[in-house]
């Protein structure tokens, strides 16, 4: 008997939103200040900022917890709905 193989589709498994915006309004940090203080260009800041990362940056991710001083839970969410 041959081994029958199910795929399970996801239509909507959720989305990973990173807060970083929120966080350096609300401690009324810019840009230009996370880029320099962690060494980061600020374009990649900018992409962290508008929520536009496409793949995670481990060291880019330690360097802004670094200079803000939180976890990384505090910058990338998870929402499920």
């Given at each position: ?15 990973i ?7 350096l ?22 992409k ?34």
């Amino acid at each position: 008997m041959e081994n029958a193989v199910t795929i399970i589709t996801i239509k909507d498994y959720g989305k990973i939103y990173v807060c970083l915006k929120e966080i350096l309004d609300e401690r009324g940090l810019t840009r230009n200040y996370l880029a320099k203080a962690s060494n980061t260009r600020f374009e990649v800041i900018n992409k962290w900022y508008s929520n536009q990362v496409e793949k995670l940056d481990l060291d880019v991710l330690a360097r802004i917890c670094y200079v803000l001083n939180c976890s990384p839970s505090d910058i990338i969410k998870y929402n499920n709905k």
